[in-house]
């Protein structure tokens, strides 16, 4: 059986008796499950807001619209963002008219703070912060640049499910604006598809409901669930159809259960990846500041020669991959080219390797054997 770069695990009975109480309730759209879910993920992680989206996506545009909309930005304002990431996070400043100025990154494949500062001008707005990996990076830092020069900071914390630094979610600390997280197929918390947006204030959580809800201002569940059906509703925005839904919602909730233990034998997984390649020069581990405080949604390395290892891995029925491609190589964001010389580099030369929930140790182990075979 080949082994794939990611490859959800579920727990299929309690899930399929999730979804069978929407089932049996009629209920599989917005309400019930989703609202379980936002107050089960305020309890998890913190936050005092949370509210479930289709995506992580969708999130991000309606992070960059409200804070748009709050902070008076006009089109042609900028925010700093990272090259290594999945495209949909630089494409939400996009919708909304704005620019993405790329810093490059750090070690840690996350926004390097000294080249954020460098990109400040007289149009900067904010800051999307990517914690890639699930790592923190240089967070701490990046909160401090923007304290310094008023930026709002977004948190895309699509990799960070489970992340915990001393006991507190990095989306929940001081000077971040908003966070936004995705249960994506593959992720640490997966679904079908789905995300999460928090903010740390009322006004914006009522806004970003709205928003999400096509400008509404009374969704169906709030109309509904009283016993009676209150069918007059104001629109006050023109809004999206973004919003989540009780079937994700069902299998959240049942995912949720078991992300600390998952997260957990990640954790294990990376210990052996790291001590099988401590004493291989040529390659490098993409790190964590810490170890233990890491959900390690992706493990990957910088080797020399990533095609040639990719078909060695092919060869043997194993399914790398490549986590990100340096978006200022795609031909709409080719307008930066040159401005991150780390992130070209990283991007030519990073793998990811399988990391998911149905690795054995052997494979594990299978893996790290091809790697140091073929790297020396």
Known sequence: ????????????????DAVRECLEMGWTGMGFKTVQFEEAWKEYTGHKFAYYLNSNTVGLHLAVQ???????????????????????????????????????VDDYLCL??????SRINEKTRAVIFVGYGGR????????????????????????????????????????????????????NLPTGDSG????????????????????????????SNKGTYAWKYDVDYVGYKYNGNAIMAAIALVQLKYLDRDNAR???IVEMYNKSFANNPKIKIVGAPNHKECSYHIY??????????????AENDIYAGVHYRDNI????????????????????????????????????MQIANIVNEYVK
């Not at 059986?1 to 399929?16: A, N, R, Y």
């Not at 914006?204 to 169906?220: E, F, Y």
């Not at 307008?335 to 992130?343: D, L, N, R």
């Open 300 to 313: 990957e390395l910088i080797v020399p020669d990533r095609e040639g290892l990719l078909g060695k891995f």
């Open 66 to 104: 409200i804070l748009k909309m709050q902070n008076g930005w006009i089109d042609g304002d900028e925010i700093i963002t990272t090259p290594i990431t999945f495209v949909s996070t630089n494409h939400a400043i996009m919708y909304e008219n704005l620019h993405p100025t790329f810093a490059d």
């Open 136 to 187: 923190v990076g240089q967070l701490d830092k990046i909160i401090e640049i923007c304290k310094k020069h008023d930026l709002k900071l977004i948190l895309d914390a699509a990799h960070m499910s489970g992340t915990c630094v001393n006991g507190v979610t990095p989306g929940t600390w001081d000077g971040v604006d908003v966070t936004v997280y995705s249960f994506q197929a593959v992720k």
């Open 266 to 268: 990640r954790r294990q």
């Open 196 to 223: 999460m947006i928090c903010f740390p204030d009322a006004a914006s959580d009522k806004l970003v409901r709205q928003l999400a809800w096509l400008g509404i201002n009374k969704d169906t569940y709030a109309r």
């Open 329 to 364: 190589e795609y031909s709409m964001y080719r307008y930066a080219e040159g401005t991150c010389p780390k992130a070209r580099n990283i991007s030519e030369h990073i793998i990811t390797l399988p990391m998911h929930m149905w690795l054995t140790d052997e494979e594990v």
């Open 1 to 16: 059986m080949s082994i794939q770069v990611l490859k959800p695990k579920f727990e299929i009975e309690e899930c399929l």
């Open 112 to 117: 390097d703070p000294v080249s954020v500062e």
